[in-house]
């Protein structure tokens, strides 16, 4: 019962960092059907950006309390700043050619980013510190839950509320979604859809910052690679959820991060990725329009 | 032109370059060692990324207005003739004969005038070459993209070198069985992918390209994991020995057989009932159906084609390194293929041809920016996207005479 | 005459929106019927329910080639409705840009050829005949349509009226016994629609292919048609020569109507 604990909690730990990065993707489809590769590398742009601050933080003398609050703030900052940027010369000149054009230059994007940190950083894992807490009162249940997947856990839950509020009570979320429904008649409507656009960017990459600092402190190191594997899991969570859909990226997060909790944890480690990817490919022949999403007809 | 260095435009790069140095400072001029605690400042990087910043924006923003005039402008004509002049050069049949008895020249004198080094290089290059061109068939022609294309080069690779290791079975015997494997490979993955939408469809060939590389890193029974399968014989002609010389010349003439074979049929199907069929299914999927294009059996047979090539790619490329192991089969791989299309201009034969040469050797030569070629690769998609989707040689398209017409018109 | 398309209590339904309602239609065969109404009355569903890009909810569609037996059509896949004969064209053009137009209409050849990938690559005999025939065949259509000035022009080249033309020429080539045209004239001017209206008739007469056609224009429709069917939100409301329809209280509401508000 207690390794069943420990993996479903494993699993919620893995899903929440999964949904964090999946609802960059899920925004970003939603308003302008781009698939965007390059999502998990700024993810990845978020933790490295932590782990410079932390060091520099460190040296200079800072206490830990200081040390979480500024490096978070700098990786949400920096992520943003890369993710409006790449919008900018990657997809916004792209906006009105063929389907493959956006995909290719993300794609393009992402070789891009992981080679510029290998190249201008290290190929080598660094350590990460550990900047969250450890929180005693769990010390007895160490062997079921950490204190940082407590932290993740919870962190996940407060951004998903506040997500949540934003989208639904604010003029920038109103506008996000009037713009998912339909840009043109959005923009009709005097709805300014660069902005918007600019605006789920910025969202998004706050919240892949959030989880790339949060998983990094976690496992304890980092490299250039870690966004693109991260990035396709949390795209195979937003497509199983229903691409588009914010409860279904959430939920399909939670599904996958406890698929491949429970997999690694009862069958084998060794496919871990496997198991992932597999999953993928069997929900888009069976269900092509996901767990939440709605099968669509094109119109003739 | 000149309006781009008025004082407006001078200050939009100053903001430019200032914004480059902000976003490129953690990563650019900090390097931390955590394990020391030591940070390392380096400070010249943030100049030259302010100055190459300052100048490149100036060169975007033209070329963006290049790539867009202005509507008022009757530039129209002007872009077609721009785009058109290479390609006509291309079609005009003296330049074209001239060339081609250039290149057969040089590719039959190759092995004799330069060192085996740079006829090995030169047998990459050509295996990519034949890599573009079946890729070409998925991508360029059909219009489907396939992100997981390395898994079949894998496919074949593998079979080579698992029939080889187990059942001795030679080279000669391998390629159309490794090229077999892969086909079918193609046809398991295809059959229940392909009704899926165009981006869906990408990630589902990444995944299927990264599941068949962990099953081979982790399958140590089979596939002797990440250490990988050595010792693969070089392909040879039955009782005659060869020197380690004489074996890669051998190889590299075998490379140059099968390019010269892949040309021939992907320009033999580019022009036929098939090879029209999917054009018409990149174009539009509906209105191809419509004229009575079976969309799952055309795609099918563009994806089992493709796979095809990369299945003999892949044995030819288990020959010529001996030595193979999961790490040449990653997703990168995958992308600078991908890249080889899209820079060659999608479904263009001289393009991908040309292309794989520029991407493979480039890198090659300039040994002091090969540890920036990946990085280059992803900037050159991005920018191909960009300013030129259409590739290095655009859409060129058979043209036919009738008795007819009085119009003169230039010959194919 | 006999019939080549029967259409009975067909019925379409997205989600809880009913598209088209219990529509009978029939085409007998050497007729040109049209199919009118106001915007969103189902007509383009109709058609395609008809041509396989929809799966009908309910109802039958029966394709009777002439001389054959009847075949129930509906939840057949595009390509075999076309195999079978009936071949469209669409409301908003939908060619293949970056394919000259002689190739254009090359693609209707598809179905009527059958030269594999092994043909292809050894270009036998047999292959390169069949290329021949059906280069010569599409620009037999082009010339019947006038655009074989262009043919090796790229299609999204060619001007608004041109591209409606190469578009019927494209379905032409499937060799049709029942051409489906969704809205031909709209985008036309009164030279290229009364063009277009000679065309059509030409189609009918010479090559004795039948026609069902959605049309907003209403002279075109009143000139050519033997029969109308006028549709409302998915209901079919009045079937019957122009001069009936012309004169139809129910119509004129539904129809005219709308038109003498816009």
């Not at chain 2, 033209?62 to 402008?73: H, I, T, V």
């Amino acid at each position: 019962m207690d390794y069943f604990l420990e993996l479903f909690l494993g699993g919620l730990t893995r899903g929440s960092i999964y949904a964090l990065i999946a609802l960059g993707y899920t925004m970003v489809y939603g308003i302008i059907e781009l698939i965007n590769f390059a999502h998990g590398e700024i993810y990845m742009i978020g933790a490295f950006t932590a782990l410079i601050a932390a060091s520099v933080l460190n040296i200079m003398g800072f206490g830990p309390v200081t040390i979480l609050i500024l490096a978070m703030v700098l990786a949400i900052v920096y992520s943003c700043a890369y993710g409006v940027t790449m919008e900018k010369i990657a997809y916004k000149p792209l906006r009105h050619s063929t389907r493959l054009a956006p995909l290719i230059s993300a794609i393009g994007m992402s070789i891009f980013f992981q080679n510029y940190v290998l190249l201008a950083q290290t190929s080598d894992f660094l350590p990460f510190p550990s900047l969250l807490p450890e929180l005693e009162i769990l010390e007895p249940y160490a062997y079921i839950i950490r204190s940082s997947e407590v932290f993740i856990i919870l962190t996940t839950f407060g951004v998903m509320v506040l997500l949540t509020l934003l989208i639904k009570f604010t003029r920038i979320g109103k506008a996000m979604r009037a713009t998912a429904q339909d840009r043109t008649m959005a923009m009709l409507v005097g709805v300014d859809v660069n902005r918007v656009i600019s605006m789920t960017f910025i969202i998004g990459s706050s919240m892949a910052a959030i989880g790339g600092v949060l998983i990094a402190s976690h496992i304890g190191q980092i490299n250039f690679y870690i966004g693109f594997i991260a990035g396709i899991k949390a795209f195979t969570a937003a497509v199983l959820g229903g691409i588009g859909s914010i409860p279904g990226a959430v939920l399909g997060s939670l599904v996958l991060g406890w698929t491949e909790s429970f997999a690694t944890g009862y069958i084998s480690s060794d496919y871990e990725d496997v198991f992932a990817f597999g999953f993928l490919v069997l929900i888009l022949i069976f269900r092509p329009a996901g767990l939440l999403g709605k099968a669509t007809t094109q119109k003739v | 032109m000149w309006k781009f260095f008025s004082l407006d435009e001078i200050k939009k790069s100053l903001l430019m370059a200032l914004w480059f140095i902000f976003l490129t400072f953690p990563i650019m001029v900090i390097r931390v060692n955590p394990i020391y605690n030591v940070v390392e400042w380096r400070w010249q990087n943030m100049a030259l990324v302010g100055a190459g910043a300052f100048f490149l924006s100036f060169l975007w923003r033209y070329f963006l207005e290049y790539k867009n005039p202005a509507p008022s402008k009757p530039a129209d004509d002007a872009a077609v003739s721009r785009s058109g002049r290479f390609s006509e050069l291309l079609r005009s049949s003296g330049t074209r004969r001239l060339a081609i008895g250039a290149a057969v020249i040089l590719a039959l004198a190759f092995p004799y005038l330069f060192s085996s080094y740079q006829v090995n290089i030169m047998t990459t290059a050509l295996i990519y070459v034949v890599l573009g061109l079946g890729l070409n068939i998925v991508v360029g022609l059909a219009g489907l993209l396939d992100l997981g294309y390395v898994a079949f080069y894998a496919v074949g690779a593998y079979s080579y070198a698992l029939l080889n290791l187990h059942f001795g079975l030679s080279f000669w015997i391998c390629l159309p069985i490794g090229a077999a494997l892969a086909a079918l490979f193609g046809i398991l993955l295809g059959f229940p992918v392909l009704r899926l939408r165009g981006d869906y469809l990408a990630i589902v060939t990444l995944g299927f390209g990264e599941i068949i590389r962990l099953v081979l890193e982790n399958w140590n029974d089979f596939s002797k994991g990440p250490s990988g399968i050595a010792g693969i014989p070089r392909p040879g002609i039955p009782g005659i020995e060869m020197s380690l010389n004489a074996s890669s010349v051998f190889l590299y003439f075998l490379m140059i057989a099968l390019a010269l074979f892949t040309i021939m049929v992907v320009s033999r199907l580019r022009n036929s009932r098939i090879g029209r069929a999917w054009i018409a299914l990149r174009e539009d999927e509906i209105a191809c159906q419509a004229m009575g294009v079976d969309k799952t059996k055309t795609k099918l047979t563009a994806f089992a084609l493709g796979a095809t090539w990369a299945g003999m790619g892949g044995v030819m490329f288990a020959a010529k390194t001996t030595f193979i192991n999961p790490a040449s089969f990653t997703f990168l791989e995958s992308a600078i293929i991908l890249s080889i299309v899209v820079l060659g201009g999608m479904g263009s034969i001289i393009g991908v041809i040309a292309s794989a040469f520029i991407l493979i050797l480039l890198p090659e030569y300039l040994r002091a920016f090969s540890e920036y070629r990946m990085l280059i690769f992803g900037a050159v998609l991005v920018i191909m996207m960009v300013f030129r989707p259409q590739g290095l040689i655009s859409n060129v398209r058979q043209t036919y005479r009738f008795k007819g017409l009085q119009e003169n018109k230039e010959g194919d | 005459m006999s019939a080549v398309l029967t259409i009975n209590g067909l019925t379409m339904d997205f989600g809880g929106l009913r598209a088209v309602d219990k529509v009978h239609l029939d085409v007998r065969q050497g007729e040109i019927v049209a199919l009118i109404g106001p915007n969103g009355a189902g007509k383009t569903t109709l058609f395609n329910c008809i041509t396989g890009l929809y799966k009908p909810t309910g109802g039958d569609i029966l394709a009777i080639p002439p001389g054959g037996a009847a075949k129930r059509i509906n939840g057949l896949k595009p390509n075999q409705v076309t195999e079978i004969g009936l071949a469209r064209t669409f409301q908003n053009i939908r060619l293949f840009p970056n394919m000259t137009v002689l190739e254009n209409v090359m693609i209707g050849r598809h179905c009527r050829t059958n030269s594999k990938i092994l043909g292809a690559v050894l270009r036998n005999s047999r292959t390169r005949r069949e290329e021949e025939e059906i280069v010569a065949f599409s620009y037999h259509l082009l010339e019947r349509v006038r655009l074989e000035r262009h043919v090796n022009d790229f299609a999204r080249n060619l001007p608004y009226g041109a591209q409606r033309r190469l578009e019927i020429a494209r379905a032409l080539a499937t060799e049709p016994f029942l051409l489906l045209l969704d809205e031909p004239a709209a985008g036309m001017n009164p030279h290229e629609t009364r063009e277009l209206d000679d065309l059509i008739t030409r189609i009918q007469e010479e090559m004795d292919i039948s026609i069902l056609l959605i049309e907003h224009d209403m002279k075109l429709v009143m000139n050519i048609s033997d029969r109308i069917f006028v549709m409302e939100y998915g209901k079919e409301i009045a079937v019957g020569t122009p001069l009936e329809i012309r004169g139809n209280p129910r119509v004129i509401e539904a129809y005219l109507g709308e038109e003498a508000h816009a």
